[in-house]
């Protein structure tokens, strides 16, 4: 069973950054494509990024592009979203996710983390 822990949300204000940590459980981490996620109150969840599990090549959404990056330590068991020039917008709760394939579908995802709360103030 892979589990996975969010850490690194709180709050910060515009224009500030970020860095989230998920920490993944068992020994396959680098099998794994792993992706992040965020739900916002009352809209659905949305992709932010993603990152194959060499850490090769990433993808991530048009919203984030050029703020954000997802990066990966291997031998730490961990992937990361470090948030640059965050907006008010950004605000949401983050998710990290593994899957046997780097894809921005929520859907094909098989585990997921708890989440933790990112807050951006204007």
């Known amino acids: 069973q892979v589990q996975l822990v969010e850490s690194g949300g709180g709050l910060v204000q515009a224009e500030g950054s970020l860095r989230l940590s998920c920490a993944v459980s068992?020994?396959?981490?680098?099998?794994?494509?792993m992706g992040w996620f965020r739900q916002a109150p009352g809209q659905e969840r949305e992709f932010v990024a993603a990152?194959?599990?060499?850490?090769?090549?990433?993808l991530y959404a048009d919203s984030v592009k050029g703020r954000f990056t997802i990066s990966r330590d291997n031998a730490k068991n961990t992937v990361y979203l470090q948030m640059n020039s965050l907006k008010p917008e950004d605000t949401a709760v983050y998710y990290c996710?593994?899957?046997?394939?780097?894809?921005?579908?929520?859907?094909?995802?098989?585990?997921w983390g708890q989440g933790t709360q990112v807050t951006v103030s204007s």
């Open positions: 996710a593994a899957n046997e394939r780097v894809t921005r579908s929520g859907r094909e995802y098989d585990y």
């Open positions: 068992g020994r396959t981490f680098s099998s794994y494509a």
């Open positions: 990152i194959t599990g060499s850490g090769g090549s990433t």
